[in-house]
């Protein structure tokens, strides 16, 4: 299985901050890579996918790049509602899998 | 409004059966293929398998085959994990997603604690 590794696995950030968070895969993934946002008792929501395409209805300020094994997800300035927990996945090869996850928090 | 919409918590003892399920609501439920993820305690995200309500393909992580079942019905836009024998190292938080790439949609996770 690919492996994809996750830094940091936590942000201290203020509102207003630029938030930058990293998933590296062990092998080469192309673009199909996604990033979600959690928060404590909710269900999980897309927020990108192919690396760099916004979902339906994600604020701006939610930004992904990279391609082959390095890729990004910038915040680029914080709101009180983005105070959760941020995970990456790629589904380039089957079984799909998850990095550890990056918790934003004050 | 597109939600999945999971059962409550389970508590069982080691060797007992359980199925939980997911309902689809807001969709056609028969064109999108519906899986589902685990979280152990303090650790991160599995991908288990995913099935297709339209024809009942279903495909599993390799890790999962044998040791869970996924099924849909598609007459009561449900989906459902089953386990026939359960051990200790099964609890976890089980999500329930739409999608089979990227995942479009989750429930907000069923809690199944197994202990004797």
């Known amino acids: 299985d690919i492996q994809m590794t996750q830094s940091p696995s936590t942000v201290s950030a203020s509102v207003g901050d630029r938030v930058t968070i990293t998933c590296r895969a062990s092998?080469?993934?192309?673009?199909?890579l996604a990033w979600y946002q959690h928060k404590p008792g909710k269900a999980p929501n897309v927020l990108i996918y192919?690396?760099?395409t916004l979902e339906s209805g994600v604020p701006s300020r939610f930004s992904g790049s990279g391609s082959g094994t390095q890729f990004t997800l910038t915040i680029s300035s914080l709101q009180p509602e983005d105070f959760a927990t941020y995970f990456c996945?790629?589904?380039?090869?089957?079984?799909?899998?998850f990095g550890q996850g990056t918790k934003v928090e004050i | 409004e597109v939600q999945l919409v999971q059962s409550g918590a389970e508590v069982r003892k080691p060797g007992e059966s359980l199925k939980i399920s997911c309902k689809g609501y807001g969709y056609n439920f028969t064109t999108h293929w519906i899986g589902w993820v685990r979280q152990m305690p303090g650790k991160g995200l599995e991908w288990m398998g995913i099935t297709y309500p339209g024809d009942a393909e279903t495909k599993y992580n390799s890790a999962f085959q044998g040791q869970v079942t996924i099924a849909a019905d598609k007459s009561t836009s449900t989906a459902y994990l089953q386990w026939s024998s359960l051990k200790a190292s099964d609890t976890a938080v089980y999500y329930c997603?739409?999608?089979?790439?990227?995942?479009?949609?989750w429930g907000k996770g069923t809690t199944v604690t197994v202990s004797s």
């Open positions: 997603v739409r999608g089979y790439y990227y995942l479009e949609v």
């Open positions: 192919r690396a760099s």
């Open positions: 996945q790629q589904y380039n090869t089957f079984s799909w899998t």
């Open positions: 092998q080469s993934i192309s673009d199909w």
